[in-house]
Each structure stands twice: as structure tokens, then as C-alpha cells.
């Protein structure tokens, strides 16, 4: 099966002209509908957004980058095939099962699941924000997950993964600067608040329609959670062993020590193994100084707080 999108004809939607930045001082990047993206993504989304048809048992899980999408990822695979003897895991990453639809264009290799044609139920995600997702996403029945982190880990996730994919030899990006960029919105698939706050909001409008999961409540306790993702799916679990094994499945250091994550990369120019650090809450503490601290909760609140979800990320 391949993996290639449609072809596109944008005439209207010209990359070269749309208003640029640079991300981290490494990489170009553009902004679309209110959000930044490398500019390479930004054709295969607006593709995306204006071919693909969505079946009412899809499943799409959205998330914004380093809030926890490999193990989302992870954890839906196995809910999904709750009762098949393999375990699915440990043939290959999470990132390969389940594509991110517009970053396809990166795979190493063809993916199994073809965006377009697969059998369903298809299993995808995406890190677009939610007013650009195609409408027959939002007025089928198909069903959306989306996980989202406290904005400080978040950050300071990104900023090893960014160091440690994009500036391997080098001083690690000064986190001032990062903490501004994050703050300000010119960051990777940010505004963060804004891309948080769309699912938000949609998943109260909606409940049976978008799920939203914190990162810090699957942490806390993962078997309720995960139990309420069987139940949103339509996958309830029929007894309390079962999600267990799926917590013990999905949980960091097993992923982390899997030969398949160990080595090979599904995305170009990122081994599978940067997607596994520490999974902790609250790392932030170890690198921020009291004033970025200060600076990230102000935002925080500025921009969360009218939907109520300050408290949430505190
Ligand atoms: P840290 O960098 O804080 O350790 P994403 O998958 O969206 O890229 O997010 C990566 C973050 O999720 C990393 O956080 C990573 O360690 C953490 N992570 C990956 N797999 C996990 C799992 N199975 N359980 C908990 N956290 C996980």
C-alpha cells in the first residue's frame, strides 16, 4: 500500500507567501490559519483538509508536539485491539502503526496504514489544531482523542528533543529565548494555548464526539483513564486485569527498552528511541528559573483561564 497524499493543486494557497519566522534559530517556519508549521507540512494539511473523507468508525488522535502522542498512540492500539494475542508494540513504534497524517511525507518507510484507502477502522492522528481539520472529521461519527500536557513540561520536553535531534553537537538552545517563542506563539504547531484551547472547547461542546485526556491524569492513574478511553471508543474493557495489561504494555520503560525503539527511526533523521526520555510531571522544576516560571504561568493564565482551564495546567 502506498502512503502518498493526493496530489494537490493549492493555487490559492501559496507556501512561498506566507508570512515566515525562524523556529529555535534552526528551521523556517510559516504560518497558516493562525498557527506555525514547517513550511513542508503545510501542503499535505491543506491536502488533508480538502480530500480526505472520513468514516464514521475512524479514530483520530490530535495533539499538539511532546504532550505525550507516542504513548497515546500506544494506548489506543492496544485498545483497539483489546482481545489479539500479539502484542502489537513490539513489531514496530507507535509512530508507524499509527501515522501522523501530514507528516507522511517524512516515513522512512511505506506505512501499513494508507491514509486514504485502509480498511477501516483507521487508526491516524494528527498535531494540526482543530479548525483546520477537514469538516467530514467534524461531521462524520468518527471519534477524536486528544491529549494535552501541562505547558511547562511540554516545553521543556520539546527543548530536549529539539537539542537533541537538531543541535546533537552543539550548546543546548538557550531556554530564555525558548520560553519566549513558546510564550509568544512563534513555536512548531503553536500558539500551544490556542491549539489546547480549540480541542477544549470542542470537546465540551461535543463530549461524545472529542475526548480530551490530560497527560498529568493518565500519570496519576492510568487505569481510570484508560478505562475511559475503552468506554469512549466503544471498546469497554471487560475486566479490570485487562486494563492493567495495557498500562503494563504501554508504560515508558517497557516502550523505552523494546528492540523496535531502541533502534531505526519511522521518521527520517528521528531514531525511534528520542520519543522516550523521563515521562515525568514536573521536570520542568529542574531547568526553569523562577522568572520563566513566572513568565509561562502568566501566559497560562492570560490564556487559559477564560475557558477555565488555568487550574487544569497550573
Ligand atoms: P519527556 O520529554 O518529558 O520525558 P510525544 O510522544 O508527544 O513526542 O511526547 C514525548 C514525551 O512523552 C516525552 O516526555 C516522553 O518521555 C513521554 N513519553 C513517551 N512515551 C511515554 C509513555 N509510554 N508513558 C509516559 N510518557 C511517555
Given at each position: 500500500m502506498s502512503n502518498s497524499l493526493p496530489s494537490l493543486t493549492p493555487s490559492s494557497n501559496n507556501v512561498d507567501e506566507l508570512p515566515k519566522a525562524r523556529f529555535w534559530e534552526a528551521m523556517d517556519i510559516c504560518q497558516w490559519e493562525g498557527f506555525w508549521f514547517e513550511p513542508g507540512l503545510v501542503k499535505p494539511a491543506i491536502t488533508f483538509r480538502s480530500t480526505f473523507q472520513a468514516r464514521d468508525d475512524d479514530l483520530l488522535l490530535a495533539s499538539t508536539p511532546k504532550t505525550g502522542t507516542t504513548w497515546l498512540k500506544a494506548l489506543s492500539l492496544c485498545i483497539m485491539q483489546q482481545n489479539?494475542?500479539?502484542?502489537?508494540?513490539?513489531?514496530?513504534?507507535?509512530?508507524?502503526?499509527?501515522?501522523?497524517?501530514?507528516?507522511?511525507?517524512?516515513?522512512?518507510?511505506?506505512?501499513?496504514?494508507?491514509?486514504?484507502?485502509?480498511?477501516a477502522p483507521r487508526l491516524l492522528h494528527t498535531h494540526l489544531p482543530h479548525a483546520v481539520l477537514p469538516d467530514s472529521i467534524k461531521n462524520s461519527a468518527c471519534k477524536i482523542v486528544y491529549i494535552a500536557r501541562n505547558p511547562k513540561d511540554t516545553l521543556i520536553s520539546m527543548w530536549h528533543f529539539f537539542n537533541s535531534i537538531i543541535r546533537p553537537n552543539q550548546e543546548p538552545f538557550p531556554l530564555e529565548k525558548a520560553v519566549d517563542c513558546f510564550c509568544t506563539g512563534v513555536y512548531q504547531y503553536g500558539p500551544f494555548f490556542e491549539h489546547v484551547v480549540e480541542y477544549w472547547q470542542e470537546s465540551q461542546?461535543?463530549?461524545?464526539?472529542?475526548?480530551f485526556l490530560k497527560y498529568e491524569d493518565l500519570k496519576t492513574d492510568p487505569k481510570a483513564q484508560i478505562s475511559k478511553m475503552g468506554e469512549f471508543l466503544g471498546r469497554p474493557f471487560g475486566s479490570e486485569a485487562e486494563v492493567e495489561e495495557v498500562v503494563e504494555r504501554c508504560c515508558l520503560e517497557r516502550l523505552k527498552n523494546l528492540e523496535v525503539n531502541r533502534n531505526g527511526s519511522v521518521l527520517s533523521n528521528v531514531p525511534n528511541s528520542s520519543f522516550f526520555r523521563k515521562g515525568e510531571v514536573g521536570d520542568w522544576k529542574n531547568y526553569l528559573s523562577p522568572e520563566m516560571e513566572d513568565r509561562i504561568n502568566q501566559t497560562s493564565r492570560l490564556k487559559l483561564e477564560p475557558f477555565g482551564l488555568a487550574s487544569f495546567f497550573s
Open positions: 489479539q494475542e500479539h502484542d502489537i508494540l513490539t513489531m514496530e513504534n507507535p509512530h508507524f502503526h499509527v501515522p501522523t497524517i501530514e507528516s507522511t511525507i517524512y516515513s522512512t518507510k511505506p506505512q501499513k496504514a494508507d491514509l486514504y484507502d485502509a480498511s461542546k461535543r463530549p461524545e464526539k472529542i475526548l
